[in-house]
């Protein structure tokens, strides 16, 4: 069974640091990993990605604040968030798509996409 684990969550001053991690595990298949948030009456938006073969992007918002990685042995994802500011206040998911590369893999790509539960980020002023 497929689940998601996101952990690191927590409460910060702006200008403060977070390190968010999400585990994956039950999987057969090749995915890529990615990170999206949700603010109290706002729609879910993307955060960043990162492939397989370890290709990232972000979201404008997050450019040169946020870094995201990937250690394949552990079925991981980080999202280390420096600079936070107020309006990173949201609740953060993880959700893995199907593998998106072109390489040969060990594992076909998933079909389907899957997401965590969250975690919850809360920047104060």
């Known amino acids: 069974q497929v689940q998601l684990v996101e952990s690191g969550g927590g409460s910060v001053q702006a200008g403060g640091s977070l390190r968010l991690s999400c585990s994956a595990s039950?999987?057969?298949?090749?995915?890529?990993m990615s990170w999206y948030r949700q603010a109290p009456g706002k729609e879910r938006e993307f955060v960043s990605a990162?492939?397989?073969?370890?290709?990232?992007s972000y979201a404008d918002s997050v450019k040169g604040r946020f870094t995201i990685s990937r250690d394949n042995a552990k079925n991981t994802v980080y999202l280390q968030m420096d600079s936070l500011k107020p309006e990173d206040t949201a609740m953060y998911y993880c959700?893995?798509?199907?593998?998106?590369?072109?390489?040969?893999?060990?594992?076909?790509?998933?079909?389907?996409?899957?997401w965590g539960q969250g975690t919850q980020v809360t920047v104060s002023s």
């Open positions: 990162i492939d397989d073969d370890g290709r990232t």
């Open positions: 039950g999987y057969t298949c090749t995915y890529d």
């Open positions: 959700k893995t798509d199907p593998y998106s590369g072109t390489w040969w893999k060990p594992f076909p790509p998933c079909e389907e996409s899957y």
